[in-house]
Each structure stands twice: as structure tokens, then as C-alpha cells.
């Protein structure tokens, strides 16, 4: 999930040929909040420029790796510094490169992306605070450990059950929510903020309460080189041939688990299965596999390719048969990502018939701000 | 927390004067099971050596921070490499210096202690498997957001419900336990493994189920300088100074929103308050002064200090009385750290008449070792 932050910011607000400057900046600089406690760099300021800091006096060459490397400027202490143009809305991965070493800064939180621990910066959309702790009732997210036969080794699902879920005996329909390649089972929470999403869709009446489960999907061993992808372009589906094993702990260990131990629906108007990149891939490909037991399917940038006719082993060659199962087919894309890919498969759906709903999010690239806006548009439309 | 690992490996393991040694060591290394998945380095062997690695060709200086900075060696392909002697079990922060910046190992799981997402190891103890998943009945970890009126911020609290919780109608018993300075809600579960430790616990009949509320107890801003403790010496009390704050939250918020979120227990007799380090002191201070709330008090490595007579606000002055309201006092220090502060508070608390338990952990210093043992000694003796 490698931030095109840098190069969006280029494209949509900065001066040609520009890329950074150290000028006096006059809105004020605040730690950003994807920062650990009392950190007091990353910062962020109203214009969307973020400051980011290290000391190293004994260091030759310090640049900030944030979709591309960036020499950082040395002061007579030895404190690197480097403040960049407006950078786009949402959470980007960046690190320190030390001397060649790519680190994490240790002013970050640290997020499971790329395989690593990596740093992350939060950058504040102006105006928008569906992803926020807002004062509503706050469902919980749960972690739960259990062992897979199938992979011999115990693995953990993160479950977010809905606010009210300890206090009533409703039984709840289940989206299953996949992470990108190089993630884990914490992104969705820890970089994606659904529980919060989930938390104010159903105060406001626009979600049906339902339980979320996140789950690793494999794929870290995509990124052999640790802090930048190694391959798989979104939608190319390679997460299919790393994953195979995921459907099969999906469909024989996890779901049972789910349904055994938690107060969920089981009939296949009360599952959908969603992803973003790779996880898009596995949704499209295990959903459509397997529409006996899901009804919804979602890919947030990726799984969105191929023929209508012949794709996903043909699954929507007779338009009709599939709009009787999928009760929604959820297609996104970032606009500043790789775009035409997923258009052009949105019209060939049209054309061909099958019944979808399509999303391009505007100004996002293929990050964590886009499949947020995923979410929260695919979350209003399930279990209805 | 910093480690004190290597300076035992010393004292119990090493040849005098022989730190550290590149010689060929027989015994297969493995991945620690505390890296993140796919990374081949820090490895560990049977004899409890840790080896590390990375690769940084255009570094001048690479070093191990493991109790103090240890130089490693570069090859001739720019990795740089050290293997330890033997290391005392259990885990161990860690970092390294790469040209004199302390950065996380890119290998690591990422863990909070030193007020940063530092890096550590899991150097396994031969035969014992207390803190491991077992195939036993397993509890949830759920995280809870709330609102902190007090601190006007949003909250976390880590939840461990025991096994069986959502298919019943017990109301069970809550202990409140808390990690150390520099940490937060986060260790111990993380670092410390205890809803593991609970799981095995129940599932042996050896301690009763309970609720484990984990909460951030403030303490990170006691360290300032990032990958070390500025201050702070176990039982020092510092704790009280710094977190004053989390005394408030915690009776007048964080217990409310237990008692009426799950399905806990509400007197005295079913409420044990316990920590490690300053949590310990926090568990002294809170749970001495709010004896109407708490019949078991742990302290972890910590507020074992003063004399019976005048500590804490004179509680124990009258043994008859204290040891009536009491049920468990348990106190426990590492026989590699300062023990003597506890050893002999504990003979003074004999001397005068206060009924407690006393645990030394054997080989193990100011660690998580010493409190996985702890809280599987504490554990055992609360809600009888």
C-alpha cells in the first residue's frame, strides 16, 4: 500500500517543478495524531503540509521515504528536517533513510504495512469526520485467538461487534473485511478506522448493525523487500496465487468459528465479503466462488478486471443468473490511482448487464483515504 | 523497562569478561517468534543466543542497544551482524543505533515501552509454557473506546473477558492491571501475554474466571529521551507524582464504565487492583486509598517502599485492621534487579504483623518475565 501521497500532491496542489520547500510556513505546525503519545514530531498544519524531524548528528544523508525519497536538510545541531507541499487527505506509510537503512521514525505509531512496522501520517480531510470517536455508541473490536487446522499455527481475528451487541439477543449479519497485501488483520481498525466508520453509519440510521471480522489474508510475502512493494499492481490478482490457502481458512475455519461463538446470521443474505487491493481480489474471488454462502460482494481497488463474460471463471457470463445472487457488487477506485482499469471494467459491466454500484474517490490514490470512503459508502447498502 | 539482559547474561551465564562472540555456535537459530511475520532476523538458538542483522552498507557504526550498545560487525556485502551469549528468558526490548539514531529492527514486531514502538525479543524458557495459546478455552481481548471526561480525550481500554463469557450469566470478578512507565494498555497483552496466562490459569481450575481490565496509566512523559528511562526507579513512587490523573480516571470512569458495560461483579470482595513497575505504585497508592473499593492489591517490581508503619498515608499502621480489609497483598521483585528494597520491605511488613505474599522470580530482572510470573502467582489467589 505504498502512499502516491507525494506525487498527488504534485498533480492536484502544488506548483509544478516544486516538490519541497523549507520557506516559512505561517500556519501552525501540531503533532499529527498518528504520532505515539507526546511525540512532538510528525507535524501537521492547516495547509496540509506535514514537518517530519530526526536528530542525527552522526548521520551522512537522512531522507524521508514518502512515496519517494526525499533529502532531509541538517541544522548545526544535527537535527534533519524537511517540510512538505500540501499532501493528500488521509493516512499515508513513510519512513527514515538513514545513512541507505530504511527505518521507522520513532515519533510514529507504528502501522503492519509493507510487511513491516511501519510509520504512518494521519493528514485531517477539512470537514470530514466519519472515520472519527464521535459521541455516539461505540461498538468494540475483539481479539480473538484461535487455531487453524488448515495452516497449523493459531492465528487471531479482530471482530468488531456492534454497539448494543452485549446487551440483546438479536442475531447480526457479518461482513467479512480483508486487508491489502503487506497488512494484517489490525489495518482495518488501526489505518482504516472502520470500527468508528461502522460506529457512525449505524447511529445515524444509515448502516444496519452488523459484526465486522477482520482476518489476515496472507500476501506479506509479496514484499520481499521490506518498505516498498515488490510487484502486484492493484487488480492484478496476484494475491490469488500467494492466498489460495486464506479462502480455505475463510470458508472452513473462520466462519464456523464466527458463527458458533457469536450471535451471527447464517444464511447467505446475512454474509458479505469485501477487500481493498489484494483483499479486493480475494473478495471477488472467494465471493464469487462461493455465492451459496455470500450475497455481497465489494472490491476497493483491485479484483475489478477482466471480461464480464469470462472473469472469475465466468461466474457473470449469464447477466441475470448473477443479478439474482449478488445483491450488491461494490466496485472503487481511487482517481489517482491506476483508474482506467476498474472504469473500463465498470462499463463492460454495464454493457454486459450485470447489476454493480461504482465509486471513483476523488483526489485519493491507492491508500487507506480511499478504501475508508469505501466502506463507508458499501456498509449502507448490505443486509437490506 | 529497559532490558538488564545482557548485563545477566553475564553474571549468570558468560564467562567473565567475554560480552559478546562471533565464534561459530552450533545449535540452529530460528526466527523469534517476536518478529513480524517473514522476517528472518533476530534469531534465537537453543542456548538462548540471539543473533541479529541488518543491512546497511553505507552505515559508518551499527549498534545493538540491548542493555547498553554493543558494536556489531560488517561483512563485506554491508550487513551487519552480533550474536549474544546467552540471554535470560523472556522478553526483551531492544533497538539499534544505526550512526548513533536509535531506530527500530524493520524485523520486529513493534511493541510501546520506552514511550516509543520499540523493537523486542522472545527468548522462549525451556519447559515452560504458562504465557503460550494452548488448546484450551480461550478468552476475548476487546478493545473499548471511551470518552474521558477528566482528560477531555478519547480513551482505550483493553478488556480481556474470560472464556464463556458471552454464553452466560455470571457476573464475573475484574482486575485492574496496569504496565509500566513508557508503557500503555497495550503490554499486557502484547508483552506480557496475560489473557494467555489467564486462559491456562482457568482452564487448570487454578484461578477463578474474571474480567481484566487493562488502561493506560500515564508515565509515558517520563521518558523523555526516546529508547531509555529518564528517571524512575522501581518503588520510587515517581509514578504518583506524574499520574495523579490516572487515580481520578480510574475510580470515577473507568470502573463505572465496566460495571456497566460487562457483566462485572461491583463490591470490594470481587475488585483487585494490580501493576507492574509504576503500575505497581499505582496499585499501592489507588488500592490503599480506596480500601472500600479493593480487597487484592499486586505490586509488580514496585511501590514495596517505606515503612509499614507511615507508607501510604499510614494504612498499615494498625496490621489487625489492614490485614481484616486486605485479602491479598502480593508483592514481587526480580532476584536480578533491586531486590534488596523489596526483601526487606517484605521483612519489615513481617516484623510488623502485615499478612502478604512474597514472590522473588529467580534469574529474572525489571522484565516482563518477572511479571508473566507475577501475574501467574497473583492470579491464582484472587476472589476466594
Known amino acids: 500500500m505504498k502512499t502516491a501521497a507525494m506525487v498527488l500532491a504534485l498533480s492536484l496542489l502544488a506548483s509544478p517543478g516544486v516538490m519541497f520547500s523549507q520557506a516559512a510556513v505561517d500556519a501552525a505546525f501540531k503533532a499529527a495524531t498518528s504520532n505515539v503519545p507526546g511525540a512532538e514530531y510528525p507535524q501537521i498544519n492547516m495547509d496540509r503540509r506535514a514537518r517530519f524531524r530526526v536528530s542525527a548528528p552522526q548521520a551522512e544523508k537522512v531522507e524521508l521515504n514518502l512515496g519517494g525519497r526525499h533529502l532531509m536538510t541538517k541544522d548545526q545541531t544535527?537535527?534533519?528536517?524537511?517540510?512538505?507541499?500540501?499532501?493528500?487527505?488521509?493516512?499515508?506509510?513513510?519512513?527514515?533513510?538513514?545513512?541507505?537503512?530504511?527505518?521507522?521514525?520513532?515519533?510514529?505509531?507504528?502501522?503492519?504495512?509493507?510487511?513491516?512496522?511501519?510509520?504512518?501520517?494521519?493528514?485531517?480531510?477539512?470537514?470530514?469526520?466519519?472515520?472519527?470517536?464521535?459521541?455516539?455508541?461505540?461498538?468494540?473490536?475483539?481479539?480473538?485467538?484461535?487455531f487453524s487446522k488448515i495452516s497449523n499455527a493459531w492465528r487471531q481475528a479482530y471482530i468488531y461487534t456492534p454497539p448494543g451487541y452485549d446487551n440483546s439477543n438479536t442475531r447480526y449479519p457479518v461482513l467479512y473485511l480483508q486487508h491489502g497485501a503487506g497488512e494484517d488483520e489490525r489495518g482495518w481498525t488501526m489505518q482504516g478506522r472502520a470500527n468508528f466508520i461502522l460506529d457512525n453509519l449505524i447511529a445515524a440510521g444509515k448502516a444496519k448493525p452488523m459484526i465486522v471480522v477482520m482476518d489476515n489474508g496472507g500476501g506479506s510475502a509479496l514484499f520481499v523487500n521490506r518498505g516498498g512493494p515488490a510487484a502486484a499492481a492493484p487488480g492484478s490478482g496476484r494475491g490469488n496465487a500467494v492466498n489460495s490457502q486464506f479462502a480455505d481458512i475463510l470458508i472452513r475455519e473462520i466462519i464456523p468459528m464466527v458463527e458458533s461463538n457469536y450471535r451471527a446470521r447464517n444464511d447467505r443474505a446475512n454474509r458479505a465479503i469485501a477487500g481493498l487491493s489484494m483483499g479486493a481480489g480475494q473478495a471477488w474471488q472467494i465471493g464469487t466462488a462461493n455465492l451459496d454462502k455470500f450475497a455481497y460482494i465489494g472490491g476497493f481497488s483491485g479484483g475489478a478486471t477482466?471480461?464480464?463474460?469470462?472473469?472469475?471463471?465466468?461466474?457473470?457470463?449469464?447477466?441475470?443468473?448473477?443479478?439474482?445472487?449478488?445483491?450488491?457488487?461494490?466496485?472503487?477506485?481511487?482517481?489517482?490511482?491506476?483508474?482506467?482499469?476498474?472504469?473500463?471494467?465498470?462499463?463492460?459491466?454495464?454493457?454486459?448487464?450485470?447489476?454493480?454500484?461504482?465509486?471513483?474517490?476523488?483526489?485519493?490514490?491507492?491508500?487507506?483515504?480511499?478504501?475508508?470512503?469505501?466502506?463507508?459508502?458499501?456498509?449502507?447498502?448490505?443486509?437490506?
Open 78 to 146: 544535527g537535527v534533519w528536517t524537511i517540510t512538505t507541499d500540501p499532501l493528500v487527505v488521509g493516512f499515508h506509510y513513510y519512513s527514515f533513510v538513514i545513512d541507505g537503512v530504511n527505518v521507522a521514525d520513532p515519533g510514529s505509531e507504528a502501522y503492519f504495512g509493507s510487511s513491516w512496522m511501519s510509520s504512518g501520517i494521519e493528514v485531517p480531510e477539512p470537514g470530514v469526520d466519519f472515520y472519527d470517536a464521535k459521541n455516539v455508541p461505540h461498538g468494540e473490536v475483539r481479539v480473538r485467538p484461535y
Open 306 to 384: 477482466g471480461e464480464p463474460e469470462t472473469a472469475y471463471n465466468g461466474v457473470m457470463a449469464n447477466a441475470k443468473t448473477f443479478n439474482n445472487r449478488a445483491k450488491v457488487l461494490y466496485i472503487s477506485i481511487g482517481t489517482e490511482e491506476n483508474v482506467q482499469g476498474a472504469r473500463t471494467f465498470h462499463q463492460k459491466l454495464d454493457q454486459h448487464g450485470i447489476k454493480h454500484v461504482y465509486f471513483e474517490s476523488p483526489g485519493t490514490a491507492h491508500e487507506w483515504q480511499t478504501w475508508r470512503r469505501s466502506l463507508y459508502g458499501f456498509a449502507p447498502l448490505l443486509f437490506r
